[in-house]
């Protein structure tokens, strides 16, 4: 009877042992797939639904600030909104940063994150120059933030984004 016990015993161990291998081995290859660079287009799809609804969000705190740049009495208002997109294209930006690149797109993703990064600064000027009152300055850095963005995407073209590239038509 006792050494039933004992078998029983040191089955038990055993199959528990076995348990916590096949558990640290399960954990191993999860870390491993989770450490794995993303395909590029497993990149573009995690982006995308980051973007998604923050350029929604831009778009419409952007609503009509074209018009309100034009008449002097509603800088104020345009300002504001330039400041609320700056915000989010920032935050956009600062989200994004931080996702894991494929290797083979690291250098192409670097240029694009610095126009990304002169798109925030440029949103920031026009913000503080209509805050100024000075319609033309910021219309002058409305030229440059254009130019800046179609340089952004032609980096990043043959990604194929959509709400991670820039429109004009998003702002106002």
Known sequence: MRRDLGNRAG???GLATIAIGFVAVAASLASATMAEPPTRGEYVDR????CKPRAEATQKAMDGARQDVRKPKRLP???RKFDRAASIFGGTVSLISKVSRPPSDEAKLEEWFVYLDRQTDFLERIATQLHKGKRI???????HFIHNGNLSNNVVLAFGFDYC???FSRYG
């Open 77 to 79: 208002i345009a300002a």
């Open 165 to 167: 590239s820039f429109k």
């Open 11 to 13: 089955l038990g161990a």
């Open 137 to 143: 300055k910021a219309q002058r850095l409305t030229a």
């Open 47 to 50: 982006l995308e639904t980051m």
